[in-house]
């Protein structure tokens, strides 16, 4: 049966953990929706994961539609979230809903994702009025990359932590339907899930967060530009990959590859005649 928002509610009231992975793609999406897995983010992870850029500050609103479909396509139980890139949100309460419609009818996601605490509240209270369910990201919020200075633990400070729990209210009462919390330190992030009657969802936040999330290539080993300290490998994946594309290099180059097994027959008298 498909996951929706209300599978997330009740899991919140019933005290079950949530389970969410980043995909995107089509084949990707389809074994993670295979595995069980609650949700599938299409997150802008996609610029560093599939793009290869340094940041997640190029993605485009045409590369998460482009990728949530072929996500959607996979996923047939799994709730889709898919993020709003940057700047498709931040500009104005009018852009925000225009483009998270076009995520939704163009990308067929269940529901999107937008980074921020109070400052994106309007924005998520219209977005969840057109009838478009939000879950909200705060603690480190990637795309606010050059306004932290990098990749760092949030909510350390007694402000920052006051900060970072006025900004979880402000989602909630927005609308948003859960919240992911980024890199944020386990106590804070228990403080908070306590508080909140939305499920938190971490990432970094420790293990007592109502579900969590990673990025597939992270717990697969098969993205090592960068490892966070909360990502733990489940398979190294990469390393069987690139063995794999070694010994299919060597058996092309050396003859074992192809045998007649994997080829097709045509009568004899076929091709002789073309000789
Ligand atoms: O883009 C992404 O993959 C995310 C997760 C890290 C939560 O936002």
Same mark, same amino acid.
């Given at each position: 049966?498909?996951?929706?928002?209300?599978?997330?509610?009740?899991?919140?009231?019933?005290?079950?953990?949530?389970?969410?992975?980043?995909?995107?793609?089509?084949?990707?999406?389809?074994?993670?929706?295979?595995?069980?897995?609650?949700?599938?983010?299409?997150?802008?992870?996609?610029? #560093?994961? !599939?793009?290869?850029?340094?940041?997640?500050?190029?993605?485009?609103?045409?590369?998460? !539609?482009?990728?949530?479909?072929?996500?959607?396509?996979?996923?047939?139980?799994?709730?889709?979230v898919?993020d709003?890139?940057?700047?498709?949100?931040?500009?104005?309460?009018?852009?925000?809903?225009? #483009?998270?419609?076009?995520?939704?009818?163009?990308?067929?996601?269940?529901?999107v994702k937008?980074?921020?605490?109070?400052?994106?509240?309007?924005?998520?209270?219209?977005?969840?009025?057109?009838?478009?369910?939000?879950m909200?990201h !705060?603690?480190?919020?990637?795309?606010?990359?050059?306004?932290?200075?990098?990749?760092?633990?949030?909510?350390?400070?007694?402000?920052?932590?006051?900060?970072?729990?006025?900004?979880?209210?402000?989602?909630?009462?927005?609308?948003?339907?859960?919240?992911?919390?980024?890199?944020?330190?386990?106590?804070?992030?228990?403080?908070?899930?306590?508080?909140?009657?939305?499920?938190?969802?971490? !990432?970094?936040?420790?293990?007592?967060?109502?579900?969590?999330?990673?990025?597939?290539?992270?717990?697969?080993?098969?993205?090592?530009?960068?490892?966070?300290?909360?990502?733990?490998?489940?398979?190294?994946?990469?390393?069987?990959?690139?063995?794999?594309?070694?010994?299919?290099?060597?058996?092309?180059?050396?003859?074992?590859?192809?045998?007649?097994?994997?080829?097709?027959?045509?009568?004899?008298?076929?091709?002789?005649?073309?000789?």
């Amino acid at each position: 049966m498909k996951k929706t928002v209300v599978t997330f509610a009740k899991a919140k009231q019933e005290g079950t953990k949530l389970t969410m992975l980043t995909a995107y793609d089509y084949s990707t999406a389809k074994l993670i929706d295979e595995a069980g897995v609650d949700s599938i983010l299409v997150g802008d992870s996609l610029g #560093n994961v !599939i793009l290869g850029y340094e940041d997640t500050l190029s993605v485009t609103m045409e590369d998460m !539609i482009h990728h949530g479909a072929a996500v959607a396509r996979g996923a047939k139980e799994a709730l889709v979230v898919i993020d709003m890139p940057f700047m498709s949100y931040q500009t104005s309460v009018y852009d925000a809903v225009v #483009n998270a419609g076009r995520l939704m009818k163009e990308g067929r996601a269940q529901a999107v994702k937008l980074e921020g605490g109070s400052e994106v509240a309007p924005q998520i209270k219209a977005i969840t009025a057109a009838g478009i369910p939000v879950m909200a990201h !705060i603690g480190l919020t990637p795309q606010s990359i050059n306004a932290f200075g990098g990749f760092k633990v949030q909510g350390k400070t007694e402000a920052a932590a006051k900060k970072l729990l006025e900004d979880a209210f402000a989602v909630q009462e927005a609308g948003a339907f859960a919240v992911v919390l980024e890199c944020v330190p386990d106590k804070l992030a228990k403080l908070v899930t306590d508080k909140l009657d939305i499920p938190t969802i971490g !990432i970094g936040a420790g293990a007592d967060c109502d579900g969590q999330v990673l990025v597939y290539a992270d717990m697969l080993g098969m993205f090592s530009d960068f490892t966070p300290k909360f990502v733990k490998r489940f398979a190294e994946t990469g390393k069987l990959m690139t063995e794999a594309f070694k010994q299919y290099n060597d058996q092309v180059k050396s003859g074992v590859y192809p045998t007649k097994e994997h080829t097709y027959a045509i009568d004899d008298e076929v091709i002789e005649k073309l000789y």
